[in-house]
């Protein structure tokens, strides 16, 4: 009986890959992740409030007191306010 070879490969042998260079794209996708997250996360804190109307409705009327204040008396101030709007 004659015995038959098994085939020969075409080119290298590919071995495992080694520890290090597992490791080694560990660590740059790690890495990646993290720029892209923050890239992300300063995007969105630095972009402009957004707002949205629901309603078609262009003018209201409003009115508040300010409660404590000196008859004649100017004072300025800024900030921020917020209203609520409901309906009756």
Known sequence: ME???PPQA???VPEDISPKTILVLV????FVSFI???VNINAAM???AQTSIESAQQTAQVS???I???PGK???ATGLVAFELTEP
């Open 74 to 76: 100017t004072t300025q």
């Open 10 to 12: 075409l080119g290298p």
């Open 27 to 30: 660590v740059l996708t790690l």
């Open 64 to 66: 508040f007191s300010i």
């Open 46 to 48: 630095n972009a402009p």
């Open 68 to 70: 404590g204040q000196e």
């Open 36 to 38: 892209g997250a923050w």
């Open 3 to 5: 015995q038959t070879q």
